[in-house]
Nanobody, 118 residues
Framework: QVHLVESGGGLVQPGGSLRLSCAAS????????MAWYRQVSGKQRDLVAG???????NYADSVKGRFTISRDNAKNTVYLQMNSLKLEDTAVYYC????????????WGQGTQVTVSS
């Protein structure tokens, strides 16, 4: 099946920055929305940020003003710029998308680990 590969995570100090990338194996131009999610071990996967085909964005209150989601349709890639990172941002980050019909673009992958620690 089509798949997404997340990358760019790592260990960073509080207040630092990371840029996550989500590379798709196929075109994302026809998707209604692409989004980033995060999951702490043993907890539910939660929405972090989303972007529609028209460019509208939405963010979880906890990251608003610090994170920015963007996309490059020519490269079939979605990004998450993460600034002013906090300890509570530590999680595994995943991306996925949905078509206008509601079908998911890809099964969930392995994600990329973000650890914020001093």
């Amino acid at each position: 099946q089509v798949h997404l590969v997340e990358s760019g995570g790592g260990l960073v100090q509080p207040g630092g920055s990371l840029r996550l990338s989500c590379a798709a194996s196929g075109s994302i131009s026809s998707l209604y929305t692409m989004a980033w999610y995060r999951q702490v071990s043993g907890k539910q996967r939660d929405l972090v940020a989303g972007i529609t085909s028209g460019g509208s964005t939405n963010y979880a209150d906890s990251v608003k003003g610090r994170f920015t989601i963007s996309r490059d349709n020519a490269k079939n890639t979605v990004y998450l710029q993460m600034n002013s990172l906090k300890l509570e941002d530590t999680a595994v980050y995943y991306c996925n998308g949905r078509y206008y019909t509601g079908t998911y673009y890809s099964p969930w992958g392995q994600g990329t680990q973000v650890t914020v620690s001093s």
